[in-house]
Nanobody, 127 residues
Framework: QVHLMESGGGSVQAGGSLRLSCGVSGNTHLSHCMGWYRQAPGKEREGVAAIDTDGSATYTDSVKDRFTISKDNANNILYLQMNSLKVEDTAMYYC?????????????????????WGKGTLVTIST
C-alpha cells in the first residue's frame, strides 16, 4: 500500500512560481511510476507529468519548459516545480503512483491506470 499526500498549493499571480510536494509512504522510487495530474473546475482530470524509476520525465505539451517533475529518493518526496504560471494552470493538483512492472513505460496518459492517489492541493493563479 502506498500513501500519498500533496502540499504546497496556494494562490499566486500569473508569472509566478510554486513548488508542489508529495510525501510518499514507503520506498517507491525503484518500483513505481509517479505522476502529477490536475483537474480544473468543470474540466476532466488531465495528466501533467510523470517520472520513471530511472528519473526520466515526460510532460504534457502545455507545461513543457515551465514545469519540472523530480523526486527526492532519500526522503520519498515527489516534487513539481511550476514556473511562469498561467491562469489556465488553476486546478486541483494530485500526485499518483502505479507499480512500474505493470507497464512497458512510465507516463501520465489514459493508458496508465494509477493505483494510488493523494487528496490534492489547490493551485489558483490570478491575473
Amino acid at each position: 500500500q502506498v500513501h500519498l499526500m500533496e502540499s504546497g498549493g496556494g494562490s499566486v499571480q500569473a508569472g509566478g512560481s510554486l513548488r508542489l510536494s508529495c510525501g510518499v509512504s514507503g520506498n517507491t522510487h525503484l518500483s513505481h511510476c509517479m505522476g502529477w495530474y490536475r483537474q480544473a473546475p468543470g474540466k476532466e482530470r488531465e495528466g501533467v507529468a510523470a517520472i520513471d524509476t530511472d528519473g526520466s520525465a515526460t510532460y504534457t505539451d502545455s507545461v513543457k519548459d515551465r514545469f519540472t517533475i523530480s523526486k527526492d529518493n532519500a526522503n520519498n518526496i515527489l516534487y513539481l516545480q511550476m514556473n511562469s504560471l498561467k491562469v489556465e494552470d488553476t486546478a486541483m493538483y494530485y500526485c499518483a503512483a502505479v507499480r512500474r512492472e505493470y507497464y512497458n513505460s512510465c507516463g501520465y496518459g489514459s493508458t496508465y491506470h494509477m493505483d494510488y492517489w493523494g487528496k490534492g492541493t489547490l493551485v489558483t493563479i490570478s491575473t
